[in-house]
């Protein structure tokens, strides 16, 4: 079975994910696509997606690259470093994510997103 794709445009970066198969990444694929206008908290991009979803299977801590669901914010987290919360090495969200897929490629790209720029996540 060919793993689904996203395109996602942040700012002016463009980087593609594949989706693990998860019935959060299913919820994900059915939404797009989704415009939204992101924020950042430390190396994490985050933005509103409108989807309400329980915690499933909830990670407290995340591998670099990793794209999730935070059902607090009701939001699409991208990780690719520390956050505020995080202790050494690791990345930890604000609380758990549902992990639905990971960025394919180098995810330090994403540095350069600032807050307030626009998002667009569509199939690949």
């Known amino acids: 079975m060919q793993r689904r794709r996203l395109k996602m445009t942040l700012g002016v970066v463009q980087i593609t994910a594949a989706l693990n198969v998860t019935t959060m990444a299913d919820l994900i694929w059915k939404a797009l696509p989704i415009e939204a206008e992101c924020q950042t908290w430390g190396d994490e991009i985050y933005f509103e997606i409108g989807i309400q979803a329980d915690e499933d299977e909830g990670q407290e801590v995340v ?5 999730g669901y935070w059902p607090p914010g009701r939001a699409f987290c991208v990780f690719f470093g520390p956050t505020p919360v995080s202790s ?4 930890r969200p604000a609380s758990p994510v549902n992990v639905f897929g ?5 995810a330090t790209v994403l540095k350069q997103v600032r ?3 626009r998002v667009v996540v569509e199939r690949a």
């Open 88 to 91: 050494s090495d690791e990345i």
């Open 63 to 67: 591998e670099m690259g990793d794209i």
């Open 102 to 106: 990971f960025i394919e490629g180098d």
């Open 115 to 117: 807050s307030g720029e």
